[in-house]
C-alpha cells in the first residue's frame, strides 16, 4: 500500500477527505461538527487519534466548521495558505502556535514518504487551494469547489491513479431549480462549480492508462442525483473510448477505504 484513502463526506453540506501513506494520516477539511467527523472515522473503521495533521483548502463553513474542534482535541497541526488562515482564523477558535502552518499555493510539501502539491482554483473564497497526493509512485488528485477546470490545472492533476473530482450539478436541473438567480449565477460562473459535463469533459483529458478509478464529489443535494451524474460523466468518458469505474461519494457516509496499487 502506498497511498490509501476515504472520502469521508463530500457535498454542500460538509467536506471531509481521508488519506494515508505507511507514514502519514492526513485530514483535508473539517466541514461538519466535530461529533459527525468522529462518527465519520468510526464508520470507516479509522481512528483520528492517529491523525498526523490537517490541510485546508478554503474557509467556506463547509469545510472548515469542525476545524478547531478537531484540531484541538486530537492537539493536530493545521495546514493552509496565508489568506486563508486570515479569513477563518475568526470562525475556528483559539489554537496554539505549533498548531498553525503556512502551505501556501503552488508548493510541494514533503510530510514522511508523502509528498504533497498545492494548486490554485477559480472560486469564490480568499486563495482556494486544493492538493495532489504521491507516494510510492502512486498519485491521487483532489479537485473540487472550482469554477472551471483550467489548462494549468490539468497540467498538475494528470495521469494521476485515483481521482476525487467535483461533479456538482446537472445544468438543467440547476436553472429550472428553486434557487434565485444570483445563486444560481454564483454557481454557473467561474468562480462557482463545476457541472456534471464539464466534470466529465476534464476527466476525459487528464486521466490515463493508470486511473482505475474516479469518485465524484460535491454533488450539490438539490441540482443533481448520483445516479444522473455517474450517467453524465461516464457517458461523455466512453465518447473518447474510456472505460473506467466511477464511484459515488456521500454527504453523510464514508466510502470504503481504497488502496491505490
Same mark, same amino acid.
Given at each position: 500500500?502506498?497511498? +490509501?484513502? $476515504? %472520502?469521508?463526506?463530500?457535498?454542500?453540506?460538509?467536506?471531509?477527505?481521508?488519506?494515508?501513506?505507511?507514514?502519514?494520516?492526513?485530514?483535508?477539511?473539517?466541514?461538519?461538527?466535530?461529533?459527525?467527523?468522529?462518527?465519520? !472515522?468510526?464508520?470507516?473503521?479509522?481512528?483520528?487519534?492517529?491523525?498526523? @495533521?490537517?490541510?485546508?483548502?478554503?474557509?467556506?463553513?463547509?469545510?472548515?466548521?469542525?476545524?478547531?474542534?478537531?484540531? +484541538?482535541?486530537?492537539?493536530?497541526?493545521?495546514?493552509? /495558505?496565508?489568506?486563508?488562515?486570515?479569513?477563518? #482564523?475568526?470562525?475556528?477558535?483559539?489554537?496554539?502556535?505549533?498548531?498553525?502552518?503556512? !502551505?501556501? @499555493?503552488?508548493?510541494? =510539501?514533503?510530510?514522511?514518504?508523502?509528498?504533497?502539491? $498545492?494548486?490554485? %482554483?477559480?472560486?469564490?473564497?480568499?486563495?482556494?487551494? !486544493?492538493?495532489?497526493?504521491?507516494?510510492?509512485?502512486?498519485?491521487?488528485?483532489?479537485?473540487?469547489?472550482?469554477?472551471?477546470?483550467?489548462?494549468?490545472?490539468?497540467?498538475?492533476? #494528470?495521469?494521476?491513479?485515483?481521482?476525487? !473530482?467535483?461533479? /456538482?450539478?446537472?445544468?438543467?436541473?440547476? @436553472?429550472?431549480? +428553486?434557487?434565485?438567480? $444570483?445563486?444560481? =449565477?454564483?454557481?454557473?460562473?467561474?468562480?462557482?462549480? %463545476?457541472? /456534471?459535463?464539464? $466534470?466529465?469533459?476534464?476527466?476525459?483529458? %487528464?486521466?490515463?492508462?493508470?486511473?482505475?478509478?474516479?469518485?465524484?464529489?460535491?454533488?450539490?443535494?438539490?441540482? /443533481?442525483?448520483?445516479?444522473?451524474?455517474?450517467?453524465?460523466?461516464?457517458?461523455?468518458? #466512453?465518447?473518447?473510448?474510456?472505460?473506467?469505474?466511477?464511484?459515488?461519494?456521500?454527504?453523510?457516509?464514508?466510502?470504503?477505504?481504497?488502496?491505490?496499487?
Amino acid at each position: 500500500m502506498s497511498l +490509501r484513502f $476515504s %472520502v469521508l463526506a463530500s457535498g454542500s453540506t460538509g467536506n471531509a477527505f481521508y488519506i494515508e501513506s505507511k507514514k502519514e494520516k492526513i485530514l483535508v477539511d473539517a466541514g461538519l461538527s466535530g461529533k459527525q467527523i468522529d462518527l465519520l !472515522f468510526e464508520k470507516a473503521h479509522l481512528d483520528p487519534s492517529e491523525l498526523s @495533521r490537517i490541510l485546508v483548502t478554503h474557509e467556506h463553513s463547509d469545510h472548515i466548521k469542525g476545524l478547531g474542534v478537531i484540531a +484541538r482535541k486530537y492537539n493536530l497541526p493545521i495546514y493552509a /495558505n496565508e489568506k486563508t488562515w486570515k479569513a477563518m #482564523e475568526h470562525s475556528i477558535g483559539k489554537l496554539t502556535v505549533d498548531q498553525k502552518f503556512v !502551505f501556501n @499555493r503552488e508548493e510541494v =510539501q514533503t510530510f514522511g514518504d508523502m509528498d504533497i502539491e $498545492s494548486f490554485g %482554483v477559480s472560486h469564490d473564497a480568499a486563495e482556494p487551494q !486544493f492538493y495532489t497526493f504521491h507516494s510510492g509512485g502512486k498519485k491521487v488528485a483532489l479537485v473540487t469547489d472550482l469554477g472551471y477546470v483550467s489548462e494549468r490545472i490539468k497540467k498538475i492533476v #494528470e495521469d494521476a491513479d485515483a481521482y476525487i !473530482f467535483e461533479a /456538482n450539478h446537472d445544468v438543467d436541473m440547476l @436553472r429550472m431549480g +428553486r434557487y434565485p438567480w $444570483s445563486v444560481k =449565477q454564483r454557481i454557473l460562473g467561474d468562480s462557482g462549480h %463545476v457541472s /456534471n459535463e464539464d $466534470s466529465g469533459l476534464a476527466l476525459a483529458d %487528464v486521466i490515463n492508462n493508470n486511473t482505475k478509478r474516479i469518485y465524484l464529489a460535491h454533488l450539490s443535494l438539490d441540482n /443533481n442525483m448520483k445516479d444522473l451524474a455517474r450517467m453524465s460523466v461516464s457517458r461523455i468518458l #466512453e465518447e473518447r473510448g474510456i472505460h473506467i469505474e466511477l464511484c459515488d461519494t456521500d454527504p453523510k457516509e464514508p466510502t470504503q477505504l481504497y488502496d491505490v496499487v
